[in-house]
């Protein structure tokens, strides 16, 4: 097996895996303004618990023309546009939030994971180094400054990120699987084997860590370990097994 051919495996699985993008914020914050503001919330609260996102950000467009610094209110929108995929709007909407209420972690979380949708990654990384200052503890925020590293080709800041993640949250088997794939990316081979087995070890079905084992046995030369693997992976993900079979040139 050519070095060549492995580095083009590992760079396309680490693109895989990467595209894992990190989530918004579950849901908004609950209603507690003035009686027409807090029903026009409770609206949009009931329309976002109902997918209806489209009416979830009229109600809150409505409810910041009455009070135009609510802050809660923009983010509730930013999470409506996020969802309804109008992110250049969501972003606009974030940064009104940040404007009223400085340091709201959540709100630059989900800013940044706006950024990471259109590819700006600058900014993406500069809003969750942001939200970790105000909350160090989120391993969320750790978990998508990894990803926006990978993305830049910081390999070592992103291992650095996802081991951060780790210790907040042991049993973070995406922080796993990213962590494997920037651990080969530095060569460190053995390191990436243990993380991609200790996600299989939390999540048997783990498509992505099986792709990452399987690229790890290729550059061991284990042929045998390696055909088992990418058997696995064809009975869990059909999608990242074809994609395998790309890499393989099958």
Request: proline share 4%; hydrophobic share 40%; net charge positive.
């Amino acid at each position: 097996m050519s070095m060549n051919f492995l580095c083009r495996f590992c760079a396309a699985v680490l693109l895989v895996l990467l595209t894992v993008s990190p989530g918004f914020s579950a849901g908004p914050p609950k209603a507690k303004d003035s009686k027409k503001v807090q029903a026009l919330l409770q609206q949009a609260e009931t329309a976002w618990s109902q997918n209806n996102f489209e009416e979830a950000a009229r109600d809150y467009r409505q409810a910041i023309k009455l009070k135009p610094d609510l802050a809660e209110a923009h983010y509730g929108l930013g999470l409506a546009l996020a969802r309804l995929e109008r992110y250049q709007e969501a972003v606009s909407a974030f940064k009104e939030a940040l404007h009223y209420q400085p340091g709201w972690s959540k709100a630059s979380r989900d800013l940044g994971v706006t950024y990471l949708k259109l590819k700006h990654w600058p900014d993406a990384e500069k809003a969750f180094k942001s939200s970790l200052e105000h909350d160090p503890q989120d391993a969320e925020a750790c978990y998508d400054l990894g990803v926006v590293a990978g993305k830049q080709g910081k390999h070592q800041e992103a291992r650095e990120a996802f081991e951060k993640a780790l210790r907040l949250k042991p049993d973070y088997v995406q922080a796993l699987d990213n962590l494997g794939m920037a651990n080969i990316k530095l060569n460190r081979w053995a390191e990436a084997k243990s993380s991609f087995e200790k996600a299989l070890s939390l999540k048997p079905d783990d498509g992505e860590a099986h792709l990452g084992l399987l690229a790890c046995y290729i550059q061991q030369g284990d042929s045998q370990k390696a055909a088992q693997t990418y058997q696995k992976l064809t009975t869990l993900d059909k999608n990242l097994a074809r994609k395998a079979d790309e890499l393989l040139g099958r």
